[in-house]
């Protein structure tokens, strides 16, 4: 079972930043793991962000595209989500996931509020 804790989120003002990351514990190993992390407003359904594979490719949601940067460090069981210009409509709680074969792990998400 794997176990996934997000930290990292807070209040930013509009064109700030925030980094997100994403610690994984248990089996199986963080290196066989494809991860991800989607996001959920508040009255909206959760929307898919970002994703890295096992073998780091990388693929986003058009509308962060050059303003957010997904990435992993397998030495350190850590996923990355690092946020840039940040625009009130990127105000949601953030969850990780982790996905190998059929298996499904999630974190239980952090917010993230751009106001101000």
């Known amino acids: 079972q794997v176990q996934l804790v997000e930290s990292g989120g807070g209040l930013v003002q509009p064109g700030g930043s925030l980094t997100l990351s994403c610690i994984a514990s248990g089996t199986p190993a963080f290196s066989t793991l494809h991860m991800g992390w989607y996001r959920q407003a508040p009255g909206k359904q959760r929307e898919w962000v970002a994703r890295i594979s096992a073998t780091y490719a990388t693929n986003y949601i058009d509308s962060v595209k050059g303003r957010f940067t997904v990435s992993r460090d397998n030495t350190k069981n850590t996923a990355t989500l690092q946020m840039n210009t940040l625009r009130p409509e990127d105000t949601a709680v953030y969850f990780c996931?982790?996905?190998?074969?059929?298996?499904?792990?999630w974190g239980r998400g952090t917010q993230v509020t751009v106001s101000g």
């Open positions: 996931y982790g996905v190998v074969s059929t298996q499904e792990y």
